[in-house]
């Protein structure tokens, strides 16, 4: 019997991304399997928009308030995939990553996953980093890695907590509680922007202590005062 290819939808959720959207659909655009992508803007003031109009094919919208979980999840309303991955724009998909999704989400007991990473630029710390986010572990695993899963889990688990921050990791403790969440570990590459503006271990501690003190129960609402997106 004929293995059964599955749409996937990529949701990619921007805000002021003219610097890493363009790079990011030529990369998707490169993959083999039946796809759809959609761009879900925030609000953008730079040429984000004007970026993605170039590329036929990509559906884009509006957000109707800028938040990266509200931005997926109205993105996925729009989308017509059985499977989805939630990708960021500075985030770079390898060949083969979207065959590889789903190949994994046709196993039994398998509900969701998310790849590894490294970083594009070479620093040793960042090399140490990276190496971490092999752990197959919710310490360890965040959005800029690649989300997925399929249409029917997304739904089951009520789509994104619109937060605004720690939404990649609360649907996660919805997602490990009703079947097995894995990674593949064949990295997606990922923008290093972040921790080269505001210092590599400043931007690491800062990253630790705000997921300690998320888990210790502090809101995300007070935990963004202290968390910009660059």
Not at 69 to 92: C, P
Not at 104 to 115: E, K, M, R, W, Y
Not at 204 to 213: A, E, H, I, S, W
């Amino acid at each position: 019997m004929a293995f059964e290819r599955k749409k996937i939808s990529i949701i990619i959720p921007v805000l002021n991304e003219g610097n890493t959207i363009g790079a990011c659909l030529d990369r998707l655009n490169g993959q083999a399997e039946p796809n759809e992508i959609v761009v879900v803007d925030g609000g953008s003031q730079d040429n984000t928009l004007a970026i993605v109009r170039t590329f036929p094919g990509v559906k884009w919208l509006r957000a109707s308030k800028a938040g990266r979980g509200r931005q997926m999840n109205q993105g996925v309303r729009v989308a017509k995939g059985d499977i989805l991955l939630f990708l960021h724009s500075d985030t770079l998909l390898m060949p083969g990553g979207l065959a590889m999704i789903e190949t994994l989400l046709a196993q039994t007991g398998i509900v969701a996953g998310s790849f590894s990473l490294r970083f594009d630029h070479q620093s040793p710390f960042l090399r140490l980093y990276a190496r971490f986010s092999r752990i197959n572990h919710i310490l360890f695993t965040y959005g800029d890695q690649g989300l997925f899963m399929t249409r029917r889990v997304f739904e089951q688990v009520g789509g994104f907590p619109e937060l605004p921050l720690m939404e990649d990791v609360e649907i996660q403790k919805s997602l490990r509680k009703i079947g097995r969440f894995v990674k593949i570990h064949h990295p997606v590459v990922t923008s290093a922007r972040r921790f080269l503006i505001n210092g590599i271990i400043r931007q690491q501690l800062l990253n630790t202590v705000l997921v300690l003190l998320y888990h210790a129960g502090v809101s995300p609402i007070r935990l963004k005062r202290f968390y910009h997106d660059d």
